[in-house]
């Protein structure tokens, strides 16, 4: 067997880890806001993904320290995006409503 061979065995040999934490930290997000749930999700989404393509690269901490630092940034981003749209369509139900009364 090659290096690589045993490199990607280990990488999938953290996926149910990586997938009970998952579980746990979306558990924990109740009494949260959108944004931090959003936020949150994207950064253990990040870890999880960045530390099986760590494992595979030689350092499964490394990876899932850059892969939650980019799926928190991620997921704050995608947050303010939700939120745009969801301030257009309020806008866009207070004009119709002002359109109907005239």
Known sequence: MTRLHIRIGRAWSLLPAALLSASLLLSGCTGMSDTQQRT???????????AL???IAGNAGLGAAIGAAAGGVGG???DQHKKGEESAY???VAEGKKQSTN
Not at 40 to 50: F, I, V
């Open 40 to 50: 949150l999700t994207g950064a253990g989404g990040g870890a999880a993904g960045g």
């Open 53 to 55: 393509i760590g494992a």
């Open 76 to 78: 704050y981003v995608w």
């Open 90 to 92: 309020q806008r866009g």
